[in-house]
């Protein structure tokens, strides 16, 4: 691993509205995000030395490509430079990650790292193709595919050789709607019960409609700055301290193991060692919960329960707000909803806030350190960060 001497700080964070953005446009969200973020670290445009941005599908989903470009002209950062970070679900924690590495490496001062998606200008049909272009295409989307096929794949061999139960995946979503009704940014605002989810609609057995994150517009962003600058420009920076990322075999086929995300396994190994930290260090996370039984399988990769157990360690209430630790205050992607390319940096954006003490009704007590995770497709890609007060 490279020994980068440069300590790496947040000193503005900037989120949108998340849903069904209808009178937004991709450029719209694009400048909303970037702004919030500039105003809330008190610096100057000018001030900033490029830009690192994850979107999945802009050409797909509004027939823009060329993004960079775009983020740069309508986030009045013109004429520095710009880099588009794809990288499926894990776009936007790829893009923190690069803006991470520009600092610590020593190449900028001052970066922006942000996230956008506008996936609600298509309809459901050509929505489900962009993001099924995470998957093996040869392999798995031309036989139809999708991803709550994957996901039902890896939730029925969860409950086969662990016993996971339906119930147990349900209480994911329960627990993040109760978070996300207390999140004022979040797609759905609104707690649901167990029998709410038990009963919708199954989408790809054994997972239901209230097992899925929904299809999002939003944007984020974060300006990360040196330690030299994070002084001058902010009294409580939040301290960027690990960074892990891995990939897996795009194809489930391929994998020893369905229910081990390999991706998150060691990106997480990289970013403790990295961070000087250990999963007991944890105060509380934001997890890559585009279905439940993700969320199920993440923690357990984590390392904050033993495989198998993630289930029954939801059930006993240790994931809830007041829980040994907490996962996804925010609400999470089934809540707070999942515009792929922001995902990641707005998981940033809650540890951030629960950081700072300014998260509200859903903050955490005495929050010291926290981790997001942010997986691309089925596992194919991961990037983990440690964050820091």
Known sequence: MANFKKEVAIIGIGLTQFGELWDKSFRSLIAEAGNKAIIDAEIKPDQIDGLFGGNMSGGLFIKQEHLASLAMDHGALLPMPAMRIESACSSGGQALRAGYMAIKSGLHEVVVAGGVEKMTDVLTGPTTEALATAADQEWEAFYGVTFP???????????????????????????????????????????????????????????????????????????????????????????????????????????????????????????????????????????????????????????????????????????????????NTSGGLKSKGHPVGATGIAQAVEIVLQLRGDAGKRQVKNAEIGLTHNVGGSGGSCAVHIFSR
């Open 149 to 327: 096929g994957e996901y039902a794949l890896i939730a029925r061999r969860h409950m086969n050789d662990y016993g996971t139960t339906e119930e147990q995946m349900a209480q994911v979503a329960v627990k993040n709607h109760y978070n996300g009704a207390r999140n004022p940014n979040a797609q759905y605002q609104k707690e649901i019960t167990l029998e709410t989810v038990m009963k919708s609609t199954k989408v790809a057995d054994p997972l239901k409609l209230f097992d899925c994150s929904p299809i999002t517009d939003g944007a984020a962003a974060v300006i990360l700055a040196s330690a030299e600058n994070a002084k001058e420009f902010c009294d409580n920076p939040i301290w960027l301290v690990g960074s892990g990322a891995a990939t897996d075999t795009l194809a489930l086929h391929d994998r020893d193991d369905l229910t081990t995300l390999k991706a998150t396994v060691v990106a997480a190994q990289s970013a403790y060692k990295h961070a000087g930290v250990t999963q007991k260090d944890i105060d509380m996370a934001e997890v890559h919960d585009c279905f439940t039984i993700a969320e199920i399988c993440a923690i357990e990769d984590l390392g904050f329960c033993k495989k198998g157990e993630g289930g029954k360690f939801t059930e006993q209430g240790h994931t809830s707000l007041t829980g040994d630790i907490p996962i």
